[in-house]
């Protein structure tokens, strides 16, 4: 797990974090994910998987669905697989120029929010410049995820806009190892004993 002063400041929580799933991941639900952490605390743990898509519904169908005009302006955004956990409820993951009174700012750049409102901004050509919409969500209970990264189950490194917003989805995983300086063609998915 990576360190550095943030790390610190906030007791050795990860919120603002991206997890990087370790090749040995057991849980092909994560294998070569990339989780930006919303919130960890001793309560626990609360992410979004933000480089698998969701291919059987788009944002048009989910504003149909949810009764929503879609503005003629509006953008035709992807929606991720935000983890498993409440696959029915949508998540906002975005830069923080856009909040409301339901939105949880994270690090003071990215908030969250999961309210109706911000897809009908986003529909309409408003909302935030840069966002991400999430369906489900990954959770740990308390301690969970702090054993998961002792087990080498995930790596940690700051979280920055490109690896959370940007477009090259296939490459995220990789380029979020490169950000700690790994070259993921040197990783084994092997356990080994010295």
Known sequence: MSKDP???????????HLLIA???MQDARFAKTVIYLCAH?????????????????????????????????APEIRVHFGG??????????????????????????????A??????????????ERSLLALGYAGWGPGQLDQEIQQNGWLSVPADERLIFGRNLERRWEDAMQKLGIDVH????QAGRA
């Open 6 to 16: 943030k790390d610190e400041a906030n007791g050795g929580y990860l919120s603002g």
């Open 22 to 24: 370790m090749p040995q």
């Open 41 to 73: 605390t001793a309560d626990g743990a609360m992410g979004l998987v933000v480089n698998k898509l969701i291919d059987k519904i788009s944002f048009t169908d989910l504003l149909e669905q949810l009764n929503i005009d879609r503005g003629g302006s």
């Open 84 to 113: 498993p956990v409440e696959t029915g409820r949508g998540f906002v993951l975005h830069t923080a120029d856009y909040v409301q009174d339901a939105t949880l700012l994270i690090d003071g750049k990215v908030g969250l929010t």
């Open 115 to 128: 309210t109706v409102d911000i897809l009908r901004a986003i529909a309409q050509g408003g909302g935030p």
């Open 186 to 189: 040197m990783l084994s998915g």
